[in-house]
């Protein structure tokens, strides 16, 4: 009985820990506010963000992401993203940033 007892308690502790993750990097939303379009500067950004999590091109243009996605288990998860385009200057063109708290 005891076996079973410590067995499923066991059980419940991994599903809790297995049930829980991380994708992306933290970074400071509170500066999203700052980017202006046409104005911002990528070095800029990089002072107030950091490295992005993820760099690519669209339409030859630079395009870095800030990314943070948490789940658990038990409750809910978090997520947070920004989308920034350089123009061939790199300053802003565009950027999005969206949240779910």
């Not at 980017?35 to 690519?56: C, M």
Request: hydrophobic share 40%; net charge neutral; charged share 20%.
């Amino acid at each position: 009985m005891k076996f079973v007892r410590f067995f499923l308690l066991a059980l419940c502790m991994l599903l809790l820990v297995v049930g829980c993750g991380t994708v992306g990097k933290n970074f400071d939303s509170s500066k999203v506010k700052n980017i202006q379009n046409n104005v911002t500067a990528q070095i800029d950004i990089l002072d107030w963000f950091g490295v992005p999590y993820k760099e690519g091109k669209e339409n030859n243009r630079t395009m870095w992401t800030y990314q943070l996605d948490t789940w658990q288990a038990i409750g809910e998860g978090q997520s947070k993203g920004l989308v920034i385009l350089f123009d061939d200057n790199n300053i802003v063109k565009a950027y999005r940033y969206e949240s779910n708290h």
